[in-house]
């Protein structure tokens, strides 16, 4: 199962991850991301079959590379 986490100190807010995989990831105030599944504040969380696609897409999408990912 995949495990995704994103790493604040690199991401730009640049939006991109979160509008191509709305249900994995968010924007906090500042448009910065994060996971929103449980846990996605502490470390890597498991990403549900159903949104393993869309997860994948937003991080081959990442242009500073800030979602990190776990197979
Ligand atoms: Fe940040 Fe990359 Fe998403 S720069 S907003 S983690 S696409």
């Given at each position: 199962m995949a495990k995704t986490f994103v790493d604040?100190?690199?991401?730009?807010?640049?939006?991109a991850c979160y509008s191509t995989a709305p249900d994995v990831y968010e924007s906090d105030d500042d448009g910065y991301a994060f996971v929103?599944?449980?846990g996605g504040l502490e470390g890597f969380v498991e990403i549900p079959e159903e949104l393993l696609s869309d997860a994948l897409d937003a991080k081959d999408g990442c242009p500073t590379e800030s979602i990190k990912w776990e197979d």
């Open positions: 604040k100190d690199t991401c730009i807010a640049c939006g929103k599944l449980e």
